[in-house]
C-alpha cells in the first residue's frame, strides 16, 4: 500500500498567481517567478524526506508535478481554507506540514528544524512570514487543524490550536519567513546575497527586477551580483 502524502503544497491557477505584482511584472513573469519557487518548495520537501502533494485545479501546474501525488481542488468547496480543510483528509494522519509554494529561501534544513521544533515542544508549529502569515505549518496531529488562511493567519492559526486543546508554538526561520507576494518582498529577497542567488532571485535579476525596483524608489536594493 502506497504511503500518504505528508507535505501539502496549495498552488493557485498560474493565470490568478501573484496578482498582487500584476503592475509590476507581466503575466508570463508572475508565472514564472510561481514555477521557480514551486520547484525550490518541492526540492526541499523531497530533500527533506517528506512526501509531497500538489493541491491544486490548473493542468499546467499538474503536468510540472507528474512526478508527486496531485490533489485536484473540488469545484463544490469555495476558498483556499476549504479546499486545504479538505485535502487534509486524504493525507497522512500522524503528522502533516503545509508549504506556501513561493518560498525562494526555503531549504531542507529549515523543514527539518520545524519537524525538531514539533517533536522538542510536542506542538503544532507555525513558521510566521514577516507580515503575519503562516508560510508554513507542522501539524502534529493534523486532524484537530482548521485552516485560516489570510490577513494575520499566524495568530489565527496559533489562537485556534489552543482553543482546539493543543499546544501551538511560533517560529521565524529565515529560510520560511519570506514569501514573494509584492514588489516590496521582491526587493528583501534582492537585498541579499543568497536571495539574489536563489533561482527566484536568478530570474529576477535576469530580467531586470533590480533596475525596476530602483525606479519604484526601493532604494535599499544592492545592485552587486
Known amino acids: 500500500m502506497a504511503k500518504q502524502p505528508n507535505l501539502l503544497i496549495p498552488v493557485n491557477r498560474l493565470t490568478k498567481t501573484k496578482g498582487r505584482l500584476q503592475t509590476f511584472l507581466s503575466e508570463e513573469e508572475r508565472i514564472h517567478l510561481t514555477i521557480s519557487t514551486l520547484k525550490t518548495v518541492i526540492e526541499a520537501s523531497n ?6 502533494a500538489i493541491l491544486t485545479d490548473d493542468k499546467d501546474v499538474i503536468s510540472l508535478a507528474s512526478d508527486l501525488i496531485v490533489i485536484q481542488e473540488k469545484q463544490e468547496l469555495k476558498g483556499l481554507n476549504e479546499q486545504i480543510n479538505s485535502a487534509l483528509n486524504e493525507m497522512a494522519k500522524d503528522e502533516i ?9 526555503i531549504t531542507a534544513k529549515s523543514l527539518i528544524q520545524l519537524k525538531k521544533a514539533s517533536l522538542q ?6 513558521a510566521k512570514s514577516f507580515d503575519g502569515g503562516s508560510n508554513a505549518i507542522f501539524l ?7 485552516a485560516e488562511y489570510g490577513p494575520g493567519s499566524c495568530a ?3 489562537n485556534s490550536a489552543i482553543t482546539a486543546g493543543l499546544s501551538a508554538t511560533v517560529i521565524d526561520p529565515p529560510e520560511l519567513y519570506l514569501d514573494l507576494d509584492t514588489p516590496k518582498d521582491l526587493q528583501k529577497l534582492l537585498a541579499t546575497e543568497i536571495g539574489r542567488k536563489s533561482p527566484a532571485g536568478k530570474y529576477l535579476i535576469k530580467i531586470d527586477a533590480i533596475k525596476r525596483l ?3 524608489n526601493f532604494l535599499d536594493v544592492r545592485g552587486e551580483v
Do not use: M, R
Open 47 to 52: 530533500k527533506a524526506g517528506f512526501i509531497t
Open 97 to 105: 506540514v503545509i508549504v506556501h509554494a513561493d518560498l525562494p529561501l
Open 121 to 126: 515542544t510536542n506542538s503544532i508549529v507555525i
Open 140 to 146: 502534529k496531529p493534523p486532524k484537530y487543524f482548521s
Open 156 to 158: 489565527k492559526h496559533h
Open 214 to 216: 530602483k525606479e519604484a
